[in-house]
């Protein structure tokens, strides 16, 4: 590949922009010291002109005002490194790279469509190599991303969270690392029920994953049965036991393609719709061809849709109840940036009677969960939830609509009621009511 | 008038800002002179941690605004209050540095670029953190902001109340007000709306010794020497804006969209004469040549006549009776001028799609080539025709592709010049084609900017558009306002000293 200049400078690298002793060395400016090969897609990274129409967009840039916590200094940073002006691991451009919240808002305003979800991960995943966690963290990181990937030690660990909510014991944890959510051993119990009724339509997988299969049942059984009341015969099986977004998220990127690819073999033979009610989880699914690179992958991706891709409004509207409730609707950045479903969840919210529906006025900033975000980065992630907070409280509403766990459990943290999108639509649709 | 919320920020975002260690570029080797380092730590003593960037990334990373010239910074300061940035101006004063404002850095004329006079670098003071929107006071129609607030944000809260605020400049979603005072910017609706000093009632400008003067005030009309005019435009060098009282305007009841394609540029150029001398001004008037259309069509397949030589977007707003009018006027006028097609928006989704096109030209551009150079030269109408001819004829020359996108109401021409900066000695090739397309627009009795300023980018044109003597009252009043010489140098006054400061620009270009 041809280098980039560093910072697109287009002097001949003669005299430095201010001449003389003033200049300190190892300035931008300094010729290159770091001969790597680069880690980066050369014409992706070449896409950025630098305009800043990204800013206004940026969670973290809007809690700094710092370029370096936005999209443009962020890929700057990537330039300087890959032009080996400055290291990927010196500590102002790892921190830069690292309090990205991967909420992908950037994408969505840039007008030179700049794919910046795939220049961060590909940062991240090479500051992980190079910096792995260490201490403490690194023991963390290295058994929660193993336990996700296992439902039996996952199970364990979320049983032994309930037991701890218990008896009480959650509240020796710090605050930033304690769940918001009151997991119930009853629900871990619970099993899934296919529901009754006409199947008029074929099959449709409800994909269960890690952290939803053990605290987040009800909602699955709900975008069953929601399903299961406009025709579709809703299976539970087959259940790979997770996606691997959050492990692509942290920087894992071998461990996430093999979890792609594992999720990609138990759907093997299947035919139909695999149905996601985590922004996350569809985000990261429908890039597995992306990650992969393969046909298969490629196919896999197209069969996954969110909930309000395969239930229309007028579906919903044919056989709702009325819900009486005024909720504020927060989008999940993973659903409205990166799986683009724009006014679509809530024109399929709407379409239930007596529901009203607010939108917060913080142009969807994100709230700052991120997977592990908000404990990796507790400065950033609660300043973010006491804007999306503020914002929530603006609107009136006692309730918050969220179709992310990672969103509901970081909003539960102030102290709000979350219902997901599928629970109300589940409560709203009678079974094989009238069409 | 001054501000003291902004202080009572979140201590979350405080300590997100703030880094923790030391500070290795203050200490002794980091190659920073006595009298950097002096100030570096005065203002460190004042903003704080999360307050001051003066590392290599940081500084990097406020070398350059949108355009392309840039120098490296002594640091960046972010205060978060005007009392702060006061301080901070006047450790900057007291330690003889310059400084350079800034807030979201969308400037494509290198306003904020950190140059310096006789090589000192100057300190950035960001006001990006004071966004506040003061008070919206509807029934005067008028908004007092923060210098950090993004216009976009401005127009959304105005709306919720039936008002709008006018200028809307491509960048409104990330650019600041203070930035948009102080460049004097403009947008598509300039034609009827004009630009931004029609909208600046009052101006709260901070002098180079940290004291703020407010210019004008909230009334409709004041009487005097209109200083606030004088400072719109500014870009800095006369201090930096603080805050800023803005005209709202009630939001149209109604609005018309129509697309016409033309055989020519020259006469869709003949067109838009016609249209702007009618008794109908139209409020938008936007052209686009055959290559943009080409481009975008493709991409974002908005429905536009692909064999026009150009198109033309009209757009009425007001009372719907109005409206109507003006779409049959151009319509007639259209037909009038050899239109080979005419389209009116029949409803909202329609109006979304034939904007859709204009506003999808950088994506398009962004498939064909990485980087783009957008100039900004303003022609009169008449010679609409013959300016966009000639820069054809310029990127056939410098054989670079151009596509033409002009606020044509106003002969406002924003010709992208498509490149990869990758490509060995291609910048050359478009700085010689950005020079020719501003120095034909003079030739034309033109101007060397319509909205984006002065900044470093046109500044040694400035000559060839003012005589000598009106520089040097240009130059007088800058000095009376801000006699120290430290706020933003080298920018938009032409140098008297000659062309010494042009360094971080390629050799024999233009700027």
């Known amino acids: ?435 | 008038m001054t501000t003291t919320e902004g202080a009572r920020r979140r201590p979350w975002a405080r300590r997100a800002a703030a880094k923790a260690g030391p500070l290795p570029w203050l200490e002794a080797g980091s190659g920073l002179t006595d009298r950097e380092r002096a100030l570096l730590t005065a203002v460190h003593g004042l903003v704080g941690d999360d307050g001051l960037r003066a590392g290599e990334l940081g500084r990097a990373t406020y070398r350059r605004d949108a355009s392309f010239l840039n120098a490296d910074p002594l640091g960046v300061a972010l205060p978060w209050t005007v009392e702060q940035t006061a301080a901070v101006v006047r450790a900057c004063r007291d330690h003889g540095v310059p400084f350079t404002p800034r807030a979201a850095g969308t400037g494509l004329a290198g306003g904020a670029t950190p140059t310096g006079e006789g090589g000192v670098r100057p300190l950035v003071v960001s006001v990006a953190r004071m966004d506040r929107l003061r008070e919206l006071d509807v029934t005067n129609r008028r908004a007092w902001v923060e210098p950090g607030l993004v216009n976009a944000r401005l127009g959304r809260a105005a709306a919720v109340h039936g008002l709008r605020f006018a200028p809307d400049p491509a960048s409104q979603i990330a650019a600041t007000l203070g930035g948009n005072v102080s460049t004097n910017a403009g947008g598509i609706h300039v034609l009827t709306y004009g630009v931004m000093s029609q909208h600046v009632l009052a101006v709260e400008l901070m002098d180079a010794d940290g004291v703020v003067h407010l210019l004008d005030g909230t009334a409709p009309e004041l009487a005097g020497i209109d200083l606030r005019g004088v400072s719109v435009g500014g870009e800095g060098t006369l201090g930096i804006v603080t805050g800023a009282c803005l005209r709202l305007l009630p939001a149209p009841p109604s609005v018309g969209t129509m697309l016409a394609g033309f055989p020519s540029l020259r006469q869709a150029a003949a067109m838009v004469g016609d249209l702007v001398t009618s008794d109908r001004l139209p409020d938008a008037v936007e052209l686009m040549d055959a290559r943009a259309v080409g481009l975008v069509e493709g991409y974002a397949n908005a429905g536009y006549p692909i064999d026009a030589a150009a198109v033309l977007l009209i757009e009425f707003e007001g009372l719907p009776h109005a409206v109507a009018a003006g779409i049959d006027t151009a319509e007639a006028l259209a037909q009038a001028n050899g239109a080979t097609s005419v389209t009116r928006a029949q409803d909202a989704a329609e109006r979304a799609r034939i904007w859709k096109g204009r506003k999808a030209v950088a994506g398009a551009i962004a498939k064909r080539a990485p980087d783009f150079f957008l100039q900004d030269v303003v022609v009169p109408r008449s010679r609409l025709g013959e300016m966009l001819d000639a820069v054809v004829a310029i990127g056939e020359r410098e054989r670079l592709e151009i596509l033409n996108v002009v606020h044509a109401g106003d002969g406002n021409l924003h010709p992208f010049v498509l490149f990869d900066r990758r490509e060995q000695g291609v910048l050359d090739r478009v700085f010689a084609a950005g020079h020719d397309i501003v120095t034909t627009a003079l030739d034309l009795d033109g101007t060397v900017t319509g909205e984006h300023g002065v900044g470093i980018e046109k500044r040694d044109f400035l000559s060839q558009v003012f005589s000598e003597d009106d520089l040097a009252v240009q130059r007088a009043v800058r000095e009376a306002i801000e006699p120290s010489g430290l706020a933003n140098p080298d920018k938009v006054l032409p140098s008297t000293v000659g062309c010494l400061e042009a360094r971080m620009v390629p050799e024999g270009a233009w700027v």
């Open chain 1, 1 to 435: 590949m041809t280098t980039p200049e560093p910072i697109d400078r287009p002097t001949p690298p003669e005299p430095p922009a201010v001449p003389g002793p003033s200049a300190p060395p190892g300035t931008a400016t300094s010729p290159h010291t770091v001969t790597e090969p680069s880690i980066f897609d050369a014409d992706l990274l070449a896409q950025c002109v630098q305009c800043g129409f990204c800013l206004s967009s940026c969670p973290t840039y809007e809690v700094t005002h710092l370029e370096e916590h936005g999209p443009r200094g962020r890929i700057l940073a990537m330039r300087l490194a890959d032009a080996g002006d400055l290291p990927l691991t010196d500590p102002d451009v790892k921190e830069s790279l690292e309090t990205c919240v991967q909420c992908r808002a950037c994408e969505l305003v840039c007008p030179s469509l700049v794919e910046f979800g795939a220049l961060i991960e590909t940062a991240r995943t090479e500051i992980a190599r190079r910096e792995p966690p260490r201490g403490l963290r690194g023991l963390a990181h290295r058994v929660g991303f193993f336990a996700l990937a296992r439902r039996s030690w996952l199970r364990a660990g979320v049983a032994g969270l309930a037991i701890m909510q218990l008896l009480r014991l959650d509240r020796v944890l710090p605050d930033t690392v304690r769940p918001a959510r009151r997991v119930r051993l009853r629900e871990l119990r619970r099993g899934y029920q296919r529901p009754r009724g006409i199947r008029t339509r074929g099959p449709a997988y409800v994909f269960r994953g890690c952290v939803m299969d053990q605290m987040f049942r009800a909602t699955h059984q709900a975008v069953a049965d929601v399903l299961g009341s406009i025709g579709y015969d809703p299976r539970f099986e087959p259940a790979p036991p997770c996606c691997g977004a959050l492990h692509t998220h942290a920087g894992r990127e071998d461990q996430a393609r093999g979890l792609a690819q594992q999720t990609i073999r138990a759907y093997a033979g299947t035919e139909g719709p695999i149905v996601v009610d985590s922004a996350g989880c569809g985000a990261a699914m429908k890039e597995f061809g992306h990650l992969l690179g393969t046909p298969e992958a490629e196919a896999f991706s197209a069969r996954v849709v969110d909930l309000s891709e395969v239930v229309t409004p007028a579906e919903v509207a044919a056989r709702a109840r009325p819900i009486p409730l005024e909720l504020a609707y927060q989008a999940p950045c993973h659903g409205r940036n990166v799986q683009r479903l724009g006014d679509l969840p809530l024109a399929l919210l709407r379409a239930i009677p007596e529901l009203t529906l607010i939108e917060p006025d913080d142009e969807h900033l994100c709230c700052g969960s991120g997977g592990i975000y908000s404990i990796e980065q507790p400065d950033f992630g609660n300043a973010l939830l006491e804007k999306k907070d503020a914002s929530l409280q603006r609107t009136g509403a006692r309730g918050v609509v969220s179709g992310n766990p990672g969103c509901a459990m970081q909003i539960a943290r102030a102290g709000w009621e979350i219902h997901h999108p599928a629970e109300l639509l589940a409560r709203a649709m009678r079974p094989g009511g009238p069409v």
